[in-house]
């Protein structure tokens, strides 16, 4: 058996430079139990690391209503009433978990936040030494469909039609919250700046010297090299892959990226970066197009113009959107 996984970037940020009266501050926290990289370009430094100090807040905030590992949290208590009654939550969470199941029906269900629930049969520890049965495979995902969420716009209520349902943000969660501290840090006029929540990034305005933000999209199957350089525009970045954590079982890979319909894990693509408007939103895709695969991928990214992707297949090949263009 052989196990790895690694702590890295998908997405590593390239040199910056000061010119000028602009300052940049840098800051790496822990957040939703991720690692967040916070940059902020402004006039001066005790500016710039006000500003960091607020993005962290809202992240924080953030955190504390939909983390369900929190207990108090909103999203807690709507796990802990799976099957016994409706829990009112605030609008901001009522309205991402409508965005979040708007993103399974979408995807016919290769996204899904109820996706919580599922049994850990598969294990990405180093601890696993046989292919879990077809049986304990199939119970694995008895509780997860997100068919079985019930939204009620008028109360802001949300319940779990079964008894141990639970949703979970732990995907799109983290490029939401880049997407709302990017949100508040330019209405507090700050003009350039890049929020990476492991991976879900999320970039604004330009580096000090007048160039743009520039990434890499790392090698899966050499991840100290980069398979594309790409500068960005003020936009999004994810990338979902296997080759952070994945296990090797009778000399077969298997991806920690788990289909929640059929409970297996995900093959074909071994790497997915999706370019766009919204980190939210491109984290469900990124995730979502990993299970669907090339073909399904492809297919339902095209219907989206303002979204691109590229993709690495197990094999080594890349694939690319039509609508990507770098």
């Not at 983390?67 to 309205?95: C, P, T, Y």
Request: proline content about 3%; aromatic content about 8%.
């Amino acid at each position: 058996m052989k196990f790895k996984n690694t702590i890295l970037m998908s997405l590593i940020l390239f040199s910056f430079c000061c010119t000028g009266q602009e300052v940049m501050r840098k800051r790496t926290t822990l957040l939703m139990g991720s690692r967040f990289d916070i940059t902020i370009v402004a006039q001066d430094s005790l500016t710039a690391e006000t500003r960091i100090n607020e993005t962290i807040a809202e992240i924080t905030r953030i955190e504390n209503l939909i983390s369900d590992w929190k207990s108090d949290s909103q999203v807690s208590e709507v796990n802990q009433n799976a099957g016994i009654r409706a829990v009112k939550v605030d609008k901001e969470v009522f309205d991402l978990t409508k965005r979040a199941i708007a993103i399974s029906k979408m995807t016919n269900g290769a996204f899904d936040i109820s996706f919580a629930a599922m049994e850990k049969v598969w294990k990405f520890d180093g601890s696993m030494t046989e292919i879990p049965t077809p049986e304990q495979i199939k119970k694995s995902v008895e509780k997860v469909g997100y068919k079985n969420i019930v939204l009620d716009s008028i109360q802001s209520t949300i319940f779990l039609q079964l008894p141990g349902m639970k949703i979970g943000f732990g995907s799109i969660g983290k490029g939401y919250a880049a997407d709302k501290a990017r949100e508040v840090m330019e209405a507090k006029g700050i003009k350039a700046g890049i929020v990476n929540a492991s991976g879900d990034l999320t970039t604004w305005g330009k580096q000090p010297n007048g160039k743009a933000w520039t990434i890499g999209i790392t090698n899966p199957f050499d991840t100290e090299k980069f398979v594309k350089i790409v500068p960005l525009k003020s936009e999004a970045v994810t990338t979902s892959g296997d080759y952070e954590k994945f296990v090797e079982l009778n000399g077969k890979r298997y991806s920690h990226i788990i289909n929640p319909i059929t409970g297996y894990p995900a093959t074909g693509l071994v790497s997915v970066t999706v370019f766009g408007p919204s980190a939210e939103m491109a984290n469900g895709f990124s995730t979502s197009l990993i299970v669907l695969g090339k073909e399904s991928g492809l297919q339902l990214i095209n219907q989206y113009p303002e979204y691109s992707c590229m993709m690495i297949t197990d094999k080594g090949k890349i694939f690319k959107s039509k609508k990507f263009k770098r």
